[in-house]
């Protein structure tokens, strides 16, 4: 994914979920399992995709966002909702405009001090 100056989402074939804005870079990275050490990665991030211009990387972490994925282990009978839903602070599954605000946030002005963050987006996860 790519914004345009208007913070207009438009598909991209990149492998991994980006999202430019002002200099900045987002990252999307997978979830919070493996939470460890996302910090230390964004710089390789930097080299890798050779974002040495930009002036912040930064990268969310979701928790478990309520998605048709989701829904589908849930009806698999891989992931007990109810359960998923307990283990986070607020007692409830995000939404996919809950990471996409916080994307937005990551690419305004009010973050412009923020950069080598990932940022979790869990519900309180990581707190509960």
């Known amino acids: 994914m790519t914004m345009d100056n208007d ?3 438009t598909r991209s074939t990149h492998p991994m979920p ?3 804005a002002a200099g900045a870079a ?3 990275l997978g979830g919070m399992i493996g939470l460890g050490g996302a910090e230390f990665r ?3 991030l930097i080299g890798v995709f050779g974002f040495a211009a930009l002036s912040a990387l930064n990268a ?3 928790g478990t966002i309520a998605t048709p994925m989701v829904d589908a282990l849930v009806e698999g009978g891989e992931l007990d909702r109810a359960r998923a839903e307990a283990g986070q602070a607020i007692n409830r599954l995000g939404t996919a405009d809950e990471i996409a605000q916080a994307v937005l946030w990551l690419c305004s002005p009010g973050s412009s001090y923020v950069t080598g963050i990932a940022l979790p987006v869990d519900g309180g996860y990581i707190a509960h």
């Open 7 to 9: 913070l207009a989402p």
């Open 18 to 20: 980006l999202v430019f």
């Open 26 to 28: 987002i990252g999307v």
């Open 42 to 44: 964004l710089p390789l």
């Open 60 to 62: 969310v972490r979701p």
